[in-house]
């Protein structure tokens, strides 16, 4: 299988900057996976994501999508396959109506106004805002808005989607929303999605982390191994999924838990069968 994602030995220096944004980063990413990317600030994560769609070019290494070289002639073709969804519910609107809105990136890339239509009505259907396609984006709540902003992206049939600090700005309300999106999302085997995070129980959702630090990619693997190492992550200035600490101190109390990961869901069904075999 040809990874969707490919980046060979990535370098790149901010041009105001002395320490290297990115310093050797090499990651291959298989088709239809969640991977989410961890690290505390200025770890060079929006970097990575915005170089995977060619908005800033690497100083050296490469990147491949799809089996294709990402160059000056190939980032339009490649920007198709690639959506972003951006942190700030408020800076990626453009139209004056939902419709208008989730349209825009359809109309850049020159799809016929007749296919438009049908494509906006299944988009926001896909993401539950079809009710709101006249509404003007910017009385919308937080969750609404990345909703239609991920609905603009779906539109054009990305491979790939990257939610770069999506969730972060906002509510418990909003963050659950476009989790549950980006999980009925994975389900449909459609889309890689790369959601970038602090976050780290909505990393836990993904299938495989990528904890990155300094510019540099320090580990990978599922959240199950990554959260086994609780030290390894507190020295990159990241905590545990609290159903981990928890776990943790269950054991150090002599209680006989799993003695690996468990999400909450699991780690509850866990202590129910240690409590019902007493
Ligand atoms: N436009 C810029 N000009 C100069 N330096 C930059 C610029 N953007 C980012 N940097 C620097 O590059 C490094 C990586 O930043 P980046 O935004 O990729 O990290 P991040 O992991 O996404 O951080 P955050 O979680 O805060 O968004 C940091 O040292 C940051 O200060």
Redesign the pocket.
């Known amino acids: 299988m040809v990874p969707i994602i490919q980046v060979k030995d990535l370098t790149y220096t901010?041009?105001?900057?002395k320490?290297p944004?990115l310093q050797n980063v090499s990651l291959t990413i298989e088709p239809g996976q969640w991977i989410a990317i961890v690290?505390?600030?200025?770890?060079?994560?929006?970097?990575?994501a915005q170089m995977l769609n060619g908005l800033i070019a690497p100083q050296s290494g490469e990147v491949y999508i799809d089996g294709e070289l990402l160059t000056e002639e190939s980032v339009w073709a490649i920007r198709r396959k690639i959506g972003i969804v951006f942190q700030s519910p408020d800076n990626q609107f453009v139209g004056a109506t939902v419709a208008d809105d989730v349209a825009f990136g359809m109309e850049n890339n020159g799809v016929p106004r007749a296919e438009m239509i049908p494509r906006v009505q299944a988009a926001l259907a896909q993401v539950g805002m079809t009710a709101y396609a006249d509404h003007e984006p910017a009385r919308l709540s937080g969750g609404q808005k990345q909703r239609v902003a991920l609905a603009g992206v779906l539109a054009q049939r990305p491979q790939v989607i990257i939610l770069d600090?999506a969730t972060s700005m906002l509510d418990p309300q909003g963050r659950h929303d476009v989790v549950s999106l980006m999980t009925s999302l994975r389900k449909t085997g459609q889309f890689t999605i790369i959601s970038?995070t602090?976050d780290i129980d909505e990393a836990a959702l993904a299938d495989q982390v990528i904890l990155?630090d300094n510019?540099k990619v320090i580990t990978s693997g599922t959240p199950a191994e990554i959260f086994a190492q609780g030290e390894m992550l507190q020295q990159h200035g990241l905590t545990v999924p609290l159903s981990e600490k928890v776990r943790q101190g269950l054991l150090q109390a002599g209680v006989k838990v799993a003695d690996h990961y468990l999400d909450e869901e699991q780690l509850v069904k866990n202590l129910w069968t240690l409590h019902s075999n007493k």
């Not at 505390?40 to 929006?46: A, E, I, Y």
């Open positions: 901010y041009q105001n900057s320490v944004a690290g505390h600030n200025g770890s060079g994560k929006s970097t990575l600090e970038i602090h990155m510019g």
